[in-house]
């Protein structure tokens, strides 16, 4: 990693204008990590800005220049933007941004902790072995030399927490923790990340939740699913990054080797999310059939069709 760091982090210092890019439907790693990284590089006097293909959830709007993301593709044909960095995304089409980056000429900085990861960068940075994408940015700039203040450690503690489920989950690691220590006695808000990212549910949000786990179904000891219409998220007026706390939370069941929630997107599409905790599983290889990827033990996908087909073809899979 050393070597890799380096060589990033100078190109970092040298670029002209840097544009970070989080992935599509964002989650509090990809946001964590780019605004961690964003507030770091604009305190070392650098030209910086973030993109996400889709609006970043209200609940993350604590998060330094959370206020200054933008989905307008328009910023890749800045000439002046030479180096782009992309940041938890295993390929530049789950980060929503394949089209935009074909031949352009910046140099691509790839950096990112799912081990199905294209290697699709100039520089790649990819660490499986840590919680999240956040984990890697701390000790990227702490190696570095670069200064974090309490703002670019909240940041970062976002993403650590919420990719690990407040420690719950199987990323959890003595380096995560030992990462998330020194980021709280940097001044990273701890109390703050809890009330946006675990005490936040609403009437709606709980209403949701009780829906999904009422439609769960168990197929074999090998697979529970339940899933979520589009209608769903309107009528009980809940944002679609519900359905990551659902999915987190089918962990708890000790009935089937795998979890699955399928959730109907608002292109018309079905996105998949797998979860696991045992050690004979690996559901990254089942999201990998379907074109995804991820984690041995969280992994997810994105394919056509409905529910009930997406469905048949996992059961089928699985029953091999």
């Known amino acids: 990693m050393q070597t890799i760091a380096k060589q990033i982090y100078s190109r970092l210092l040298s670029a002209n204008k840097i544009l970070i890019v989080s992935h599509q439907n964002p989650d509090g790693d990809t946001l964590g990590a780019g605004t961690g990284l964003l507030e770091t590089l604009k305190n070392a006097g650098k030209s910086a800005r973030l993109f996400c293909a889709t609006p970043a959830p209200a ?4 998060l330094p220049h959370h206020d200054t993301i933008t989905s307008d593709p328009s910023v890749f044909t800045d000439p002046d933007v030479d180096t ?9 089409r789950y980060a929503g941004v394949h089209i935009h980056l074909y031949n352009h000429l910046a140099e691509i900085i790839n950096i990112d902790h799912h081990p199905t990861n294209e290697l699709f960068g100039t520089y790649n940075l990819v660490r499986p072995d840590y919680s999240s994408t956040s984990e890697i940015i701390f000790h990227f700039l702490r190696f570095n030399g670069a200064h974090l203040n309490p703002a670019s450690a909240t940041a970062l503690l976002t993403g650590i927490i ?3 489920d407040s420690f719950t989950n199987a990323a959890t690691s003595v380096s995560a923790m030992a990462a998330a220590s020194e980021l709280i006695a940097t001044g990273a808000n701890l109390n703050l990340i809890n009330d946006r990212n675990v005490k936040n549910k ?6 949701l939740w009780g829906l ?3 439609r769960l179904t168990k197929h074999s000891d090998e697979l529970v699913s339940t899933y979520v219409k589009n209608e769903d998220w309107l009528i009980h007026d809940v944002s679609e990054t519900e359905s990551e706390g659902i999915a987190n939370f089918l962990n708890n069941l000790d009935s089937a080797k795998a979890a699955l929630i399928l959730k ?6 079905i996105k ?6 045992r050690d004979d599983t690996d559901v990254s290889a089942m999201a990998k059939k ?6 041995k033990k969280a992994a997810g996908f994105t394919v056509e069709g409905t529910i009930e087909s997406v469905l048949d073809i996992i059961l089928t899979e699985t029953g091999k």
């Open 59 to 62: 609940k993350f709007n604590y």
């Open 84 to 92: 782009v960095v992309v940041l938890d995304s295993g390929d530049l």
């Open 162 to 164: 919420t990719d690990t």
């Open 202 to 207: 609403t009437v709606g949000s709980l209403r």
């Open 212 to 214: 999904v786990l009422s």
């Open 264 to 269: 109907e997107t608002s292109d018309g599409k």
């Open 272 to 277: 998949g999310s797998f979860r696991t905790t």
């Open 290 to 295: 379907l074109g995804g990827g991820g984690h």
